[in-house]
């Protein structure tokens, strides 16, 4: 089973105008809502796998109800501690040419018994063969330690953990070392705190690094460039070229390649069927528009193209 949890979700609020003046009256056409949060993502990308989960985390009272009815209607099964407060929204405005300007709401705060009630919720679910997708950004009110938290828990009732996350939750979640880690090459030289941009030699010595730590899987995903794999079952590094394919809207690749990641792994697919996986999943993201994951389709037919 996985479990995703997102801290932090949002009501995605997409509008279309011609073109974007500031400073003048914009007039913008309906906008589309949608639920967003990197951990709804990949159960989002989950379910278009084919794979079920449940998604956790915390939502605000206010707003909460879009949320629950997007997922509810694409049948993917919730379980969100309710807070006080509001459940942020996030503007993505839209452009003719395809300039997309965001406005992202810093979220609610969160109480501290609310923090509580999630780690006993995750705690219950936690068993052998769970895995738990850890996603995304830490709302106020919860210590920026909260993933190192859930690793160690969840890591002594037999769980694995899977954590994409940036900065500061990233650096205290690796201290407490989770099965798998998809950072991409910014948050990867963040991690290590080098301000510059990583050659593909360091990108492969650093890792190395992050494996050695005890970290089962490391994934670095490189955009356009690919992505690097290094499993504790594998003696070499994998490096896999980006898939040729066309580009509509890389929104959301990361996502998509998180949850092929976490599905192969549940799954106990060997390491080449996992990297053909989030090769094809990630690259039917960049193919399908907006921010929506790829479906069953596009990934079978790129599997089909790129590996036969
Ligand atoms: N232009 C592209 N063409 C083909 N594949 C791509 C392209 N951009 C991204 N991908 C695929 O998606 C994967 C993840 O992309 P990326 O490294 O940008 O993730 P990310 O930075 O975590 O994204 P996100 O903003 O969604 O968190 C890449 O490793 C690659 O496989
Ligand atoms: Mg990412």
Redesign the pocket.
């Known amino acids: 089973m996985i479990i995703t949890v997102t801290m932090n979700p949002a009501i995605d609020k997409t509008v279309e105008v011609d073109h974007f003046c500031p400073g003048k009256l914009n007039r913008i056409g309906y906008p589309v809502t949608d639920a967003g949060g990197?951990g709804i993502n990949v159960s989002k990308a989950l379910k278009k796998l084919g794979e079920t989960s449940i998604a956790t985390g915390f939502l605000g009272k206010a707003g909460s109800d879009i949320i629950l009815d997007v997922l509810s209607a694409e049948q993917i099964q919730t379980d969100f501690i309710s807070c006080e407060g509001i459940t942020r929204t996030n503007f993505k405005l839209m452009e003719l040419d395809g300039t997309l300007t965001e406005l992202n709401e810093p979220g609610m705060t969160v109480a501290r018994e609310k923090v509580e009630e999630l780690l006993e919720k995750i705690e219950q679910y936690a068993t052998k063969d769970v895995w738990f997708v850890l996603s995304g950004s830490i709302p106020e009110g919860v210590d920026v330690d909260i993933y190192a938290r859930i690793i160690t828990k969840v890591h002594q009732k037999g769980a694995k953990v899977f954590v994409?996350a940036d900065g500061r939750a990233l650096i205290e979640a690796i201290k407490a070392v989770p099965d798998m880690i998809?950072p991409?090459?910014?948050?990867l030289a963040e991690y290590f705190g080098i301000r510059r941009e990583l050659s593909q030699e360091e990108i492969l010595q650093l890792t190395k690094r992050l494996s050695d730590i005890g970290i089962e899987t490391v994934v670095v995903?490189?955009?356009?460039r690919?992505?690097v794999f290094a499993d504790a079952g594998e003696e070499k590094l994998v490096y896999?070229n980006?898939?040729?394919?066309e580009?509509h809207s890389?929104?959301?690749?990361?996502?998509?390649?998180a949850a092929a990641l976490v599905y192969a792994k549940e799954k106990k697919l060997p390491m080449q069927k996992m990297v053909q996986l989030?090769?094809a999943v990630?690259?039917g993201?960049?193919v399908t528009a907006g921010t929506n994951p790829p479906d069953r389709e596009t990934i079978e037919a790129i599997l089909q193209k790129f590996y036969g």
């Open positions: 990197k994409d998809k991409n090459e910014a948050e995903s490189q955009g356009s690919g992505a896999q980006a898939l040729a394919v580009v890389t929104v959301g690749a990361g996502d998509a390649m989030a090769m990630s690259a993201a960049v």
